[in-house]
């Protein structure tokens, strides 16, 4: 018999159930409803054999030694510099916006113009963000951050989020970097990453271990019951008192009792080409006219797999609707103050089971990027006290 039940088979179930069973010499289960392990960082090759993220374009990147050294103990790396560029009226540029994109998209002489004005303004800064220079007190500059906000932003943003521009928060604008200077990094960290033979093998690797037993197919929510009065868990039928590392939805596991927490979904199409490559970077984002946000080639990621056919992926954002046939995969958490007054509700009837321990992006309703879920997964499972 199991000590622990994990509930989802993404990172955050997978790097918890490997510490418990390793480091905790716990018997581990993890339940995924899935067909498959990974989450959404699942890949594998496509009928042209090339290596395709089923649920969105994933790259890794930190500032952490100790979390990209931990995993290189499950697979092999290869270094990989995100580039992203913008489509912006026909012409590609940069993404983040940067000196580059300023002298494609603006006449010369203006372009030399605000170069000097940026660097006067902004002595010793190499980004800043857009709402900075919306701020400037140059009247030049400024016009510089609205055409960029409206070239580059403002629209992408209104997509992604299903909403109208003028609604869009400056806490969000504040996030956008506008590059003073060539560098054409889309991230920062000095880690970057992605590996050799794909995340899924990654999993493989993570879940295999004496350990560990795995059950694809099964929908956690079918088995585990919990009993509000009495704050008892059940598992098949029977009284559950050991933890329950929990990474799926609160609101699925509480049965909707305060409603459905708010997410946006993406309509995913891949497309495929018979030639070498279909763009210039592994990203292109759309701000603009189309429905979708970008086109994510997968072959930049994987060069030695070039081959005379190509395969794309375009995301065009739609709400989340459990039942609907397309955009039924909760991806992004809509974070704002109504939807997270609901979820702390969910979380604190939760706390009535001692034994259930949320974990992930579904389950703390937020969200992380990789190493990020790496991180909190390992330090619940310190922090459980299991001897
Ligand atoms: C489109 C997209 C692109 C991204 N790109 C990046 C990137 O480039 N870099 C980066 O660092 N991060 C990226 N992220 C974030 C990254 O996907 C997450 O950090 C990571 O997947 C979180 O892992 P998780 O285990 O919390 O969630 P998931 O990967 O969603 O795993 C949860 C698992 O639980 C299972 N589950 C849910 N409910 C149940 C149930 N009732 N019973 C059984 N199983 C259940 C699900 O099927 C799923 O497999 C991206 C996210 C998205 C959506």
């Known amino acids: 018999m199991e000590d622990i039940i994990v509930v989802g088979c993404g990172f955050a179930g997978a ?39 089923w649920y969105g374009p994933h790259i890794f990147h930190t ?8 995993l290189r103990r499950f697979t092999e790396w290869v270094r990989y510099e995100h580039k992203v560029m913008g489509n912006i009226r026909g012409q590609l540029v940069p993404i983040p916006f940067n000196y580059s994109s300023l002298e494609d998209l603006f006449p010369e002489d203006n372009a030399s113009d605000l170069k000097c004005r940026l660097s006067r303004t902004f002595p010793n800064k190499t980004r800043i963000s857009i709402l ?43 996030r956008v970097p506008v590059v003073l200077g060539y560098d054409n990094k889309y991230f920062q960290d000095p880690i970057q990453y992605m590996p050799t033979n794909g995340f899924t093998r ?54 909707y009792e305060f409603g459905a927490l708010p997410y946006r979904s993406l309509d995913l199409v891949f497309e495929r080409y018979k030639m070498n490559y ?25 060069c030695e797999r070039a081959s005379t056919e190509t395969t794309i992926l375009k995301e065009y954002p739609m709400d989340y609707d459990i039942t609907a046939p397309k955009g039924n995969i909760p991806y992004y958490p809509i ?46 499972c310190e922090s459980l006290g299991i001897k």
């Open 63 to 70: 500032e952490s030694k100790r979390i990209f050294e931990y």
């Open 132 to 174: 900075e220079l919306l701020k400037s007190d140059d009247a030049e500059v400024k016009r510089f951050g609205r055409a960029v906000y409206d070239m580059v932003f403002v629209n992408y943003t209104a997509k992604q989020w299903g909403v109208p521009p003028e609604k869009i928060d400056s806490s969000v604008i504040n």
């Open 335 to 380: 974070i704002n103050e109504e939807n997270l007054i609901l979820y702390a509700k969910y979380r604190d009837a939760l706390r009535r089971f001692g034994n259930i321990y949320p974990c992930g992006r579904l389950a703390e309703y937020r969200y992380y990027n990789m190493d990020a879920v790496v991180d909190r997964a390992l330090s619940l």
């Open 202 to 255: 990654l999993f493989d690797n993570m879940i295999s271990h004496p350990n560990i037993n795995v059950e694809v197919n099964c929908d956690a929510s079918k088995r585990i019951r919990l009993d509000r009065k009495r704050g008892r868990v059940y598992f098949d039928g029977k009284v559950w008192d050991r933890p329950i590392v929990y990474t799926g939805a609160l609101d699925e596991l509480m049965e």
């Open 278 to 302: 279909y763009q210039l970077a592994a990203v292109v984002n759309y701000p603009n006219e189309e429905k979708f946000t970008r086109i994510t080639e997968f072959k930049h990621f994987t």
């Open 15 to 53: 790097v918890a159930a490997r510490k418990l069973a390793e480091e905790k010499k716990k018997r581990v289960v993890i339940l995924e409803k899935r067909s498959h392990i990974g989450g959404n960082m699942y890949d594998s090759e496509d009928i042209n054999g090339i290596l395709v993220h």
